[in-house]
C-alpha cells in the first residue's frame, strides 16, 4: 500500500505568517491528493482536492500544489481560525490513505 | 442539500455486535460511493473501507478486511458499519463520506462515537 508522509508534524507560526506543510507519497499518485482541516472536535472539512483545487466556500489563503509524489498545502498568510491539524488524504485507489497530520497553532 | 445523517453515540461490551448507520440526503444515493473512516480520540483519521450503493461493490482497507463489514441499503438511503465482536481498541469516532465521481470524500457525516468498555 502507498503510504502517506506528512512534514512537519507540527508548527507554531505568527498571524500573517506563510506556512507551507508538505505531504509525501511513497509511489505517486498523480494528481490524487485532497487537503483537510480538522479542528478539534469537528468534522474533517474538504480543502483542496486534485492536488490544488480549492473547495467551494475555502478562502483563497488556502493553496495547493504537486503532482506524483510530492505536495504542498500553502497558507499565505495565517489568521487565528486557521488553528486545525490538516490532513492530507491520496484517493486514486483503495485504500485512500490519510497522513499523520500536521498540527498548526499560532506563536 | 446533500446530507449525511449518522446514529448516534454507542456505548458496548466487548464482544457485542454493533451495526451503525448513516443516511444520505439530497443527492442521488445510488450514485456515489460512501466510504467509513475511524478516528481514534487524539489520532488522525483512517480508511476503512467504502461501497457503492448502486450494486454494492464493496472495498476495504487491508487493516480492516475481515474486522468490520460495510453494507448499504437502497431502499431508505443508508450505509452501515458493522461488528460482529467489538473490542476495546474499537473505541473510535467514526465518520462517514459521500465520495465524488474521483474519489474523495466532499460530504461527511456528524461522526459516531463509539465506546467500548466493560
Known amino acids: 500500500d502507498i503510504q502517506m508522509t506528512q512534514s512537519p508534524s507540527s508548527l507554531s507560526a505568527s498571524v500573517g505568517d506563510r506556512v507551507t506543510i508538505t505531504c509525501r507519497a511513497s509511489q505517486g499518485i498523480s494528481h490524487y491528493l485532497a487537503w483537510f482541516q480538522q479542528k478539534p472536535g469537528k468534522v474533517p472539512k474538504l480543502l483542496i482536492y486534485a492536488a490544488s483545487t480549492l473547495q467551494s466556500g475555502v478562502p483563497s489563503r488556502f493553496s495547493g500544489s504537486g503532482s506524483g509524489t510530492d505536495f504542498t498545502l500553502t497558507i499565505s498568510s495565517l489568521q487565528p481560525e486557521d488553528v486545525a491539524t490538516y490532513y492530507c488524504q491520496k484517493y486514486n485507489s483503495v485504500p485512500k490513505t490519510f497522513g499523520q497530520g500536521t498540527k498548526v497553532e499560532i506563536k | 442539500e446533500v446530507q449525511l445523517v449518522q446514529s448516534g453515540a454507542e456505548v458496548k461490551k466487548p464482544g457485542e455486535s454493533l451495526k451503525i448507520s448513516c443516511k444520505g440526503s439530497g443527492y442521488s444515493f445510488t450514485s456515489y460511493w460512501i466510504g467509513w473512516v475511524r478516528q481514534v480520540p487524539g489520532n488522525g483519521p483512517e480508511w476503512m473501507g467504502i461501497?457503492?450503493?448502486?450494486?454494492?461493490?464493496?472495498r476495504y482497507s487491508p487493516s480492516f478486511q475481515g474486522q468490520v463489514t460495510i453494507s448499504a441499503d437502497k431502499s431508505t438511503s443508508t450505509a452501515y458499519l458493522q461488528w460482529s465482536g467489538l473490542k476495546a481498541s474499537d473505541t473510535a469516532m467514526y465518520f462517514c463520506?459521500?465520495?465524488?465521481?474521483?474519489?474523495?470524500?466532499?460530504?461527511w457525516g456528524q461522526g459516531t462515537l463509539v465506546t467500548v468498555s466493560s
Open positions: 461501497i457503492y450503493p448502486g450494486d454494492s461493490d464493496t
Open positions: 463520506a459521500r465520495h465524488d465521481s474521483t474519489g474523495f470524500g466532499d460530504y
